[in-house]
């Protein structure tokens, strides 16, 4: 379900529809560090940014817990709230003093039975949590309704913080002020992935309509660009077997990744990960290198790079992680 690296480029953790957390090593050999299994259902992943060894694990039972990596335990358990148990989404701040998480109602699971869903909005929350005090410090005010928030992201500063939800709209909040800056409806269907560029005068988003769309945060909804991405790229995983099985992934990690220039962006696709050039024209997209190696859908992307040569991570729904490292060229 997740795959993220830390700040520092060091560590990597995964999680899987089972609970299980891994935190690895990759520098200079792939080596498990710590392995978690979790006996409540975790939805969502995030490493804590001061200090990097802290890891925040959102469940399906309102909680989220703090795990130290290296001490190998709990450091805190916090009951965030009863009525929203599902913790779909964490982001550290980049300061490291607080961190928010959006929980969700109970409403669809993970795995979905074919048939039409309903199109009921579930209610939802976006918190702010203090990490030195361990309390919550407020709740965001989610206009016109309180309704699932499915991903969230800081800029480098962690003085804007901008969120997708199940509505389609996307939210950007001034954490300075903690209050909602602008909003505007993005996707027909769910925000399923939303992330800064690297200059942050525009947030990328991808949707349930299969849209890879560029905002301009300084006009409020104006697009720089749109881009149609194959269905596997932005989900829902399906994965085949004999006599008709099929398993299907809603997304829940992130969808997209960008390198340390902000030039390239790493997708999912159904065989492995694939790279695209962002252009200033049309198309927005220009396929670059694909990864490949997987053989079952790519479900997550992480693309570290903290350390000079890139280093992309692609995780698929047969449980495999696939680590590559992309080398300079010298033009």
Known sequence: MHCRVDSSGRRVAS????????????????QTKATIMSKSPLLSLEWATKPDRLLLLGSGVGTVR???????KNLYELN?????????????????????????????SGTVESG???????SGQLLLWDTKTVKQQLQFSLEPEPVAVNCTAFNHNGN????????????????????????????????????FSYDENTVFSVGEDGKFIQWNIHRCGVKQSEQDLPQDATG?????????????????????????????????????????RLTNGEPALDRVLSLGGHKAPVVTVDWCSAVDCGTCLTASMDGKIKLSTLLAQKS
């Open 15 to 30: 999680l899987d529809v089972d609970g299980v957390i891994k935190v690895w090593s990759f520098n200079p050999i792939m």
């Open 66 to 72: 703090l795990y130290d990596t290296e001490a190998k």
């Open 116 to 122: 039409p869903r309903l199109p009921i909005p579930v």
């Open 160 to 195: 804007l913080l901008v969120t997708g939800a199940a509505d389609g709209v996307i939210r950007l909040f001034d954490m300075q002020q903690y209050e909602s800056a602008m909003s505007w409806r993005a996707h027909d269907g769910e925000v399923y992935s939303v992330e």
């Open 236 to 276: 829902p995983f399906v994965l085949s077997g004999y006599s008709g099985y099929k398993q299907v992934q809603v997304p829940r990690g992130r969808l997209f990744a960008f390198d340390s220039e902000g030039q390239h962006v790493l997708t999912c696709s159904s065989s492995g990960g694939l790279i695209y």
């Open 80 to 108: 965030i709230d009863e009525t929203h148990p599902r913790i779909l989404s964490l982001a550290c701040s980049p300061s490291g003093s607080s961190f928010v998480c959006t929980a969700a109602a109970l409403g669809r």
